[in-house]
């Protein structure tokens, strides 16, 4: 006899509170309105018993990806076939790919063949399914924590219906968290428990929208709470004890990591240093490479704030260096001195832009020669050649002031650089008019004893 054998009851029962308490039919299912709604499309479908398309579920952990592939399995009444990316290959695709067409032969249905972290199969693995959902084989089902666009081919995904799930408000969790504790079937409502108001609040709080998580921390704060007169009374400490802190959905190489550090750049452009320290605490406290965050920062100091205030490049750049020689925890210091100083600082993206029209014309115009005058005479042959005469040494003229062109022929006269009036870059856009102006005035002098000279002198 086994003692460890156990009936599929007791099984069931002895599976976490997060598994026992899977909804089992739609009308269970707390939030996701947006997908399963009344007269939303997939739900339309199910209500009406129509073949489901083959979809892809995409949202953060514990927003309902699985159980929703399994209740439209059930709802549609096809077999369902579970497996993971994870754990699985092409030979388990292969297996599930001929499961599926046994049962067509027997039934004429097409199975609905679940894959669990789809993004984790490579290129040729997801090219596997293709035929199948083509010839209606199967119905494929893929579920994701990752963007589909970048992490799903082109070719699969175009067969495919993408569902967004979002993660689950305060309120929702905590109504699945006060039915965990009701539910004398599944759940926690054969035992004599009592839960603190604060209590209940913050498991809801902590678990980000992450049901999975909500229901693990509710069983776990449960079972630390010793019973007293036959009674558990769980108690805000136990709670902040088995919890410690807030689950976090934060992925350093995933969505996560593009999502935050695009809301830090763009709070930094919006001169908002509050919400740019917020976004930075959430990268950095939530495991972020600091060095990623400082480069960020350096490249931000000359993209947007420029030589509206030259200074914040060198406070960037700085900072980067304080994160490599201190790294974390003391490196956040740092980094946070730069993010407020560049958030609170005048802004100009003018060198960047200059830069992109500089690089425009390099690509769509001719690339001529440099102008003689410009190039350096090294030999005798060259200064024959014409090299480096007619340039003027900014250093010899009156206030560095040169009025010859720099630029190829076919381009004097184009404007790169146009400073904003922001900052330091007010000054240099004040400076470069009126330095216009003086060469324009002196060019216009030479061109007068030019033509003074020409005619034999000036007129009596």
Same mark, same amino acid.
């Given at each position: 006899?086994?003692?460890?054998?156990?009936?599929?009851?007791?099984?069931?029962?002895?599976?976490?509170?997060?598994?026992?308490?899977?909804?089992?039919?739609?009308?269970?299912?707390?939030?996701?309105?947006?997908?399963?709604?009344?007269?939303?499309?997939?739900?339309?479908?199910?209500?009406?018993?129509?073949?489901?398309?083959?979809?892809?579920?995409?949202?953060?952990?514990?927003?309902?990806?699985?159980?929703?592939?399994?209740?439209?399995?059930?709802?549609?009444?096809?077999?369902?076939?579970?497996?993971?990316?994870?754990?699985?290959?092409?030979?388990?695709?292969?297996?599930?790919?001929?499961?599926?067409?046994?049962?067509?032969?027997?039934?004429?249905?097409?199975?609905?063949?679940?894959?669990?972290?789809?993004?984790?199969?490579?290129?040729?693995?997801?090219?596997?399914?293709?035929?199948?959902?083509?010839?209606?084989?199967?119905?494929?089902?893929?579920?994701?924590?990752?963007?589909?666009?970048?992490?799903?081919?082109?070719?699969?995904?175009?067969?495919?219906?993408?569902?967004?799930?979002?993660?689950?408000?305060?309120?929702?969790?905590?109504?699945?968290?006060?039915?965990?504790?009701?539910?004398?079937?599944?759940?926690?409502?054969? =035992? !004599?428990?009592?839960?603190?108001? #604060? &209590?209940?609040?913050? @498991? %809801?709080?902590?678990?980000?929208?992450? /049901?999975?998580? *909500?229901?693990?921390?509710?069983?776990?704060?449960?079972?630390?709470?010793?019973?007293?007169?036959?009674?558990?009374?769980?108690?805000?400490?136990?709670?902040?004890?088995?919890?410690?802190?807030?689950?976090?959905?934060?992925?350093?190489?995933?969505?996560?990591?593009?999502?935050?550090?695009?809301?830090?750049?763009?709070?930094?452009?919006?001169?908002?240093?509050?919400?740019?320290?917020?976004?930075?605490?959430?990268?950095?406290?939530?495991?972020?490479?600091?060095?990623?965050?400082?480069?960020?920062?350096?490249?931000?100091?000359?993209?947007?704030?420029?030589?509206?205030?030259?200074?914040?490049?060198?406070?960037?750049?700085?900072?980067?260096?304080?994160?490599?020689?201190?790294?974390?925890? =003391? !490196?956040?210091?740092?980094?946070? #001195? &730069?993010?407020?100083? @560049? %958030?609170?600082?005048?802004?100009?993206? /003018?060198?960047? *832009?200059?830069?992109?029209?500089?690089?425009?014309?390099?690509?769509?115009?001719?690339?001529?020669?440099?102008?003689?005058?410009?190039?350096?005479?090294?030999?005798?042959?060259?200064?024959?050649?014409?090299?480096?005469?007619?340039?003027?040494?900014?250093?010899?003229?009156?206030?560095?002031?040169?009025?010859?062109?720099?630029?190829?022929?076919?381009?004097?006269?184009?404007?790169?650089?146009?400073?904003?009036?922001?900052?330091?870059?007010?000054?240099?856009?004040?400076?470069?008019?009126?330095?216009?102006?003086?060469?324009?005035?002196?060019?216009?002098?030479?061109?007068?004893?030019?033509?003074?000279?020409?005619?034999?002198?000036?007129?009596?």
């Amino acid at each position: 006899m086994d003692l460890f054998a156990k009936t599929p009851t007791e099984l069931a029962r002895s599976a976490p509170l997060s598994d026992r308490m899977r909804p089992r039919t739609l009308a269970e299912v707390v939030g996701q309105e947006e997908v399963i709604g009344p007269g939303r499309p997939l739900r339309r479908i199910l209500d009406a018993k129509e073949r489901p398309p083959s979809m892809v579920f995409w949202g953060p952990p514990g927003t309902g990806k699985t159980t929703l592939a399994r209740l439209v399995a059930r709802e549609a009444a096809l077999p369902f076939l579970p497996f993971s990316a994870v754990t699985s290959g092409i030979k388990e695709v292969r297996e599930s790919i001929e499961q599926a067409r046994a049962r067509r032969r027997e039934d004429g249905k097409p199975a609905l063949v679940f894959v669990d972290e789809i993004h984790r199969f490579n290129r040729a693995q997801q090219d596997a399914f293709l035929p199948h959902v083509e010839d209606g084989t199967i119905i494929l089902v893929g579920a994701t924590t990752e963007n589909p666009s970048f992490e799903v081919n082109a070719a699969l995904l175009s067969r495919c219906r993408v569902f967004v799930l979002k993660g689950l408000s305060d309120e929702q969790v905590r109504e699945l968290l006060e039915r965990a504790l009701a539910d004398r079937e599944r759940g926690l409502g054969g =035992e !004599a428990i009592e839960f603190e108001e #604060q &209590a209940l609040l913050r @498991l %809801a709080g902590l678990a980000n929208g992450d /049901a999975r998580q *909500a229901l693990n921390l509710l069983e776990l704060a449960v079972r630390a709470t010793p019973i007293v007169d036959g009674r558990r009374k769980v108690e805000f400490a136990t709670v902040r004890d088995v919890t410690q802190r807030r689950n976090s959905n934060y992925d350093a190489t995933g969505d996560q990591h593009y999502d935050v550090a695009s809301a830090l750049i763009k709070s930094l452009r919006g001169s908002d240093p509050d919400a740019a320290i917020y976004w930075l605490a959430r990268m950095l406290e939530n495991g972020e490479d600091p060095l990623f965050v400082a480069r960020r920062l350096v490249i931000f100091a000359s993209e947007d704030v420029g030589n509206a205030d030259p200074r914040g490049l060198m406070v960037a750049v700085a900072a980067m260096q304080a994160t490599h020689l201190v790294g974390m925890p =003391e !490196a956040h210091y740092a980094l946070a #001195q &730069a993010a407020t100083y @560049l %958030a609170t600082t005048p802004k100009s993206n /003018a060198a960047g *832009a200059a830069y992109a029209k500089a690089a425009h014309d390099v690509e769509a115009t001719r690339n001529d020669p440099v102008p003689l005058h410009l190039r350096n005479a090294a030999t005798g042959l060259m200064r024959g050649l014409g090299y480096g005469k007619g340039y003027q040494y900014a250093h010899d003229q009156q206030d560095a002031l040169v009025t010859h062109d720099h630029l190829p022929d076919a381009l004097v006269g184009r404007r790169y650089y146009e400073p904003k009036d922001a900052g330091h870059e007010a000054a240099i856009r004040r400076w470069l008019a009126e330095r216009e102006a003086r060469k324009d005035a002196q060019r216009a002098a030479r061109r007068s004893e030019s033509s003074g000279e020409s005619s034999g002198g000036p007129p009596r």
